[in-house]
């Protein structure tokens, strides 16, 4: 048996490489990285390949027992995701809502993934907790919360919304006998992620109102309210009331106040969906626009989003610690020794996951390495860049939607015969160009055109580039019959 594990041993020490070696790893990792950024910055990488032939090298490779270079892998690498699809962190990328990825937080990944410190219970390692803890504290008085209030630092916005849902679910007793007769209010410009929610959280029989919203697309609560009372004079329950603070399609932030209001009165639970635009309160002159958050019971809040963070971080924020602790906490005989009077909650109490990843370095060392300002700088400057394009964009003959409350900006080509498929077709052409990406949407069945200036990375020469590219388009000389042309060309 000794020989056996011996033999074992000297193979299962290659999962620990020398210090050498660690070092040779690391350089060629970084020379790939720098290649990568340097690449992203000076648009050499197109923002948006739609070519995927060189995908399949990925399925022709497989696994087998022997090692492969690291040269030959971030090669692949390169070939197969880092330059196929979407480039998120290019300066170029205003589709959805953009990702971010600074630097700073890649070297708390790079320092989380190799100390695998267990950020799920207290018990377990207190610092990662009160750091991610210390990040929410820092958000919920950003919102307004009191101290008593409490979160979680969750993948992204939908599983941070499944969480603020399942508590509203649980603290208004909604069961399967009372669901049929419970409702919700939110206005067509929700986030899909909590419909999502609903449905995973056996909320699917609800009964749905959606509330009618202003020109620039915000939940008149006149309307809300009204609707509140007639549901109570049919026996109905209304429960929850879900608004937005930066709705994806057009970036508006409903009246927070005059729905907190409403919410207090009827005795609701009060959502805010502020996933994309709740770090815009960072700003001294925005901050007015996000009144009445505070009255809310749940917020989320993405960091991947307005704190320019990568993919992987989203917050909820819950002001009532009961509500959500109630729906998540869980005791196992396997972790007795874990669950101890501990000060600090731990995320596993407040969240469906149990082990999970250590995400407050990655947002804790960018925030006190490069400190507030930048942050709140570079959030401000979207909104102006925003602005300057909806003028410019205007200024080119496009319809454009709203006025921007945020970095999101509608337009469309109004001067064609079939606008929604002669915007299609421009959509296409954009896109296929690879320069700049952006995206689109339908609201109301009609095909917009949609910017959205989110990437830390973007600033007023890649708002001029695209508009220069958009003034070349509407210059060609097939650029009246554009509609005529077929989609997939
Ligand atoms: C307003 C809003 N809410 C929620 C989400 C969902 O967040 P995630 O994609 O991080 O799950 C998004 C995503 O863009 C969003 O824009």
New binding site residues.
């Given amino acids: 048996m000794i020989d056996r594990i011996r033999q074992l041993e000297s193979l299962a020490r290659k999962l620990e490489p020398s210090s050498e070696l660690r070092e040779l790893m690391l350089q060629q990792v970084q020379r790939y990285g720098e290649h990568f950024l340097k690449s992203t910055i000076e648009s050499k990488i197109k923002v948006f390949e739609h070519d995927h032939t060189s995908i399949s090298r990925l399925d022709k490779l497989g696994f087998s027992e022997m090692p492969k270079s690291l040269a030959s892998l971030l090669e692949l690498l390169y070939d197969t995701v880092d330059t196929t699809g979407i480039n998120p962190a290019a300066p170029n990328h205003f589709g959805?809502?953009p990702g971010g990825g600074i630097y700073p937080a890649a070297l708390g990944d790079y320092l989380v993934d190799l100390t695998n410190r267990y950020a799920g219970i207290t018990f377990a390692n207190p610092g990662a907790v009160r750091m991610e803890n210390i990040l929410l504290e820092w958000m919920a008085e950003m919102v307004g919360y009191p101290k008593s209030a409490t979160g979680n630092l969750a993948?992204?916005?939908?599983?941070?919304?499944l969480i603020a849902i399942v508590s509203a679910r649980d603290h208004h007793k909604i069961n399967p006998e009372n669901v049929r007769k419970s409702v919700v209010y939110c206005t067509s410009q929700i986030?899909h992620?909590?419909l999502k929610a609903f449905r995973i959280a056996g909320l699917d029989y609800l009964i749905t109102r959606h509330i009618q919203v202003d020109r620039d697309y915000a939940m008149d609560p006149k309307h809300l309210e009204k609707t509140l009372q007639t549901d109570i004079e049919a026996g109905l329950n209304p429960f929850l009331i879900l608004a937005?603070a930066?709705?994806?399609d057009v970036g508006v932030i409903d009246p927070l106040k005059a729905i907190g209001l409403l919410a207090k009165k009827y005795s609701c639970w009060f959502h805010v969906?502020?996933?994309?635009?709740g770090f815009f309160m960072l700003v001294d002159n925005l901050k007015e626009k996000f009144d009445g958050m505070e009255l809310s019971d749940s917020v989320?809040i993405?960091p991947?989003?307005g704190l320019f963070l990568p993919?992987g971080t989203?917050a909820v924020l819950v002001k009532e610690r009961a509500a959500v602790v109630r729906s998540h906490h869980y005791r196992a005989n396997y972790m007795q020794d874990a669950f101890q009077d501990e000060e600090d909650i731990s995320p596993a109490d407040v969240s469906p996951e149990l082990t999970k990843h250590f995400r407050g370095l990655r947002m804790w060392l960018p925030l006190q390495l490069i400190g507030l300002a930048p942050f709140k700088a570079a959030l401000e400057e979207k909104i102006y860049l925003c602005r300057y394009f909806y003028q410019k964009v205007k200024e080119l003959g496009f319809e454009a939607g709203p006025d921007p409350m945020l970095s999101v900006c509608l337009f469309r080509w109004t001067k064609s015969k079939d606008p929604d498929r002669f915007n299609q077709m421009l959509l296409v052409q954009i896109q296929k160009a690879g320069s700049t990406f952006i995206s689109s949407t339908t609201i109301d069945s009609t095909f917009w055109l949609r910017v959205c200036i989110m990437v830390f990375r973007t600033h007023l020469e890649h708002v001029d580039q695209f508009l220069t590219e958009l003034a070349e388009i509407i210059n060609q000389e097939d650029f009246g019959i554009l509609e005529t042309k077929k989609l997939d060309n």
């Fill in positions: 959805y809502v993948s992204g916005g939908s599983i941070a919304s986030h992620c909590l937005s930066g709705s994806t969906d502020a996933a994309y635009g989320v993405d991947h989003k993919y989203g």
